[in-house]
């Protein structure tokens, strides 16, 4: 029902000095519904996130290169390498990886452009495994 047939509706059935104190705050909460739901609506987008086999990452804020990254599927001793756009490569440290537990990349060039991360699961003493990719696009 729009509001000005709420108000009709209401005018009709009240008498006149009950009517402007019911008509006011039913119109000012219609206008502050509306007002509500736009904040929320803005901030339930997410941020960037890209997954390929065990690898996953996410910008951790817009407008700046630095990533979350974690092991999607299963845990793994190992690490992860961060491709720039400038083809330059950071890796993390050799480490136990758990399934969703995220770390963050810091120290990056603050570039926009494609990234990509390799999660690298540690084999005997010096061999590894590539066991997930992903690439995504930001703006910094």
């Known amino acids: 029902m729009h509001i000005k047939n709420a108000a009709r509706a209401v005018t009709a059935a009240m008498p006149a000095g009950l009517r402007r104190a019911v008509i006011l705050p039913v119109a000012c909460l219609a206008f502050g519904a509306a007002s509500l739901i736009a904040p929320a609506a803005a901030s339930a987008a997410s941020l960037p996130t890209s997954c390929g086999g065990d690898a996953c990452f996410s910008q951790t804020a817009y407008h700046q290169a630095t990533f979350w990254a974690w092991a999607q599927s299963y845990g793994f001793y190992g690490h992860f390498e961060l491709q720039t756009p400038e083809h330059t490569v950071k890796n993390t440290s050799n480490e136990q990886w758990n399934v ?24 005997g003493t010096n061999g590894y495994n590539k066991i997930g990719y992903a690439c995504m696009t930001i703006t910094a």
Do not use: E, H
């Not at 995220?102 to 991360?117: A, M, V, W």
């Open 100 to 123: 969703g537990v995220k770390r963050q990349f810091l120290n990056l060039p603050q570039d926009s452009g494609y990234y990509c991360i390799t999660a690298w699961q540690l084999v």
